[in-house]
C-alpha cells in the first residue's frame, strides 16, 4: 500500500485577505480528495527553523473561509538571513532537517516576492516546494492576480468613494495614500474604481505643476474639490530620480564595503522622501489656494474580510497545488491565468516584481476619462 503523503504549509510575508482561504482549499483539497495529512508551520519561516507546527485537521478549516489574516501566523524572516543573537544566519540546513523530521513530501509557501526568494533557496537545497501568490499589492511576477488584491481594492475604492462626499462639502483637496512601495496596480486600480481626479503611482513619477494645472482646470469648471489617490511609492520627478541614482549605487557596488555604504545612503535617500504624500499636500494648498488633507489608509486595506473574488482565487489556487503536489511537480509558482492555472518556474519569479507597464490598459482608460497620472 501506497503512503499517504504529508504535506507542510505556512503563510509568509505580509498578511493579506484570503490567506485562509488558501489554507482552507489546499487542506481540504489534500484531505478529502488524496487522503494526505497536512500540517501547518507557525509564523512563516520562523516556524519552519524553529520547527513549530500544528496538525492541520477538517476541525482546523472549519469557518475559515470567510476569516481575515492568517490562522498561521506570519513573519517576514529570511531563510538564509535568518537573525540569531541580533546577527544574520543561514538556516537552510536547519529547514531541510527539520523537513526530514517532520515526514515531508512537500512544503507548500503563500507569499509575494520575497517568499518565492525564500521557497528558490529550499528547491535548489532539493526540497519538494511550492509557492502560492499572496500580495495586495498585486505585484507577483508570473501571476495574473495575486490573493488579497481584490478585496484591498474593495477596501480602498470604498474609501476614496466616502473621501468624495467630505471634499465636496469642505472644498477641499484630499489625498488618499494607498499601500504600494514600487508597484501602482492598487492605486490605479482602486483609483479608477473610485473615481479619484488624480492618480499617483510609483511608475510614472510626477510633475506637482501637472496636478496644479488639472486642480486649476477643474476649478474653472466649477468643480471646487479635487481627490488625488497617491501611492506611498509614488514621488515627484525630482525625488524620483534621487531614489534611482540611490539605488543604481546598490547595484554597481563592488565590495561588501562599497554596498553598505551604498544601502545606508539610500535608507537617506528613503528617510528624507517618507512623508511625501503630506509635502505635496502643501504643496498644493499653497498653489491652489485649497485648504488640503491627508489620509493614510495603511494596514486597514490588509484586514478584514476577503471578498468573493479571493474566495474564489485562493480555493482555485489552494486546490491547483494539491493537484501539483499529486503530479509531482515542484519548484513553481501556482499562477493564475484567466480562470485556470499554471506553474511557473521559481527562477521565473523570485526577486522580480510586477510593475504597472506605462501603456498598460488601465493607464489608457484612465487618461481617456480624464484622469490627471501627474505627467
Avoid at 135 to 143: F, K, Q, S
Avoid at 161 to 173: E, G, Q
Amino acid at each position: 500500500m501506497a503512503k499517504s503523503k504529508r504535506i507542510g504549509i505556512l503563510t509568509a510575508g505580509g498578511d493579506a485577505p484570503g490567506l485562509n482561504a488558501v489554507i482552507r482549499g489546499f487542506g481540504k483539497t489534500s484531505m478529502g480528495h488524496y487522503g494526505w495529512e497536512i500540517i501547518g508551520f507557525r509564523d512563516g519561516i520562523q516556524g519552519l527553523v524553529e520547527n513549530r507546527s500544528i496538525a492541520l485537521d477538517r476541525a482546523a478549516l472549519s469557518g475559515i473561509l470567510t476569516v481575515g489574516g492568517t490562522i498561521l501566523g506570519t513573519s517576514r524572516d529570511k531563510v538564509q538571513k535568518y537573525m540569531v543573537d541580533g546577527e544574520p544566519r543561514d538556516m537552510t540546513s536547519t529547514v531541510i532537517q527539520n523537513y526530514q523530521k517532520n515526514d515531508l513530501d512537500a512544503l507548500v509557501m503563500l507569499g509575494g516576492g520575497g517568499t518565492a526568494k525564500n521557497a528558490k533557496r529550499l528547491a535548489d537545497a532539493g526540497l519538494n516546494v511550492l509557492v502560492l501568490p499572496k500580495t495586495i499589492d498585486n505585484d507577483v511576477a508570473g501571476t495574473d492576480v495575486s490573493f488579497g488584491f481584490a478585496t484591498a481594492m474593495e477596501i480602498a475604492t470604498d474609501a476614496i468613494d466616502r473621501l468624495h462626499s467630505t471634499a465636496h462639502s469642505h472644498h477641499r483637496i484630499i489625498l488618499a495614500e494607498l499601500m504600494g512601495h514600487k508597484a501602482g496596480w492598487l492605486t490605479l486600480g482602486a483609483g479608477i474604481a473610485g473615481g479619484a481626479d488624480i492618480i499617483l503611482i510609483p511608475e510614472i513619477p510626477y510633475d506637482v505643476s501637472s496636478i496644479v494645472e488639472a486642480i486649476k482646470g477643474r476649478s474653472a469648471r466649477g468643480s471646487t474639490f479635487s481627490v488625488v489617490a497617491v501611492a506611498e511609492g509614488a514621488r515627484d520627478v525630482s525625488d524620483s530620480a534621487d531614489l534611482e541614482a540611490a539605488s543604481l549605487l546598490v547595484n554597481s557596488a563592488r565590495s561588501p564595503e562599497e554596498r553598505r555604504a551604498a544601502k545606508a545612503h539610500l535608507a537617506n535617500v528613503t528617510d528624507s522622501q517618507r512623508e511625501h504624500t503630506f509635502k505635496l499636500a502643501r504643496e498644493l494648498e499653497a498653489a491652489t489656494g485649497l485648504e488640503s488633507r491627508v489620509t493614510i489608509l495603511g494596514y486597514v486595506q490588509r484586514g478584514g474580510t476577503p471578498c468573493a473574488a479571493d474566495r474564489l482565487l485562493a480555493t482555485r489556487l489552494g486546490a491547483a497545488a494539491a493537484d501539483m503536489v499529486a503530479d509531482g511537480q515542484f519548484g513553481y509558482l501556482v499562477a493564475a491565468r484567466g480562470d485556470s492555472t499554471e506553474p511557473v518556474p521559481l527562477e521565473d519569479v523570485a526577486g522580480k516584481t510586477k510593475l504597472v507597464p506605462p501603456d498598460h490598459e488601465w493607464v489608457a482608460t484612465a487618461r481617456k476619462v480624464g484622469t490627471e497620472l501627474g505627467n
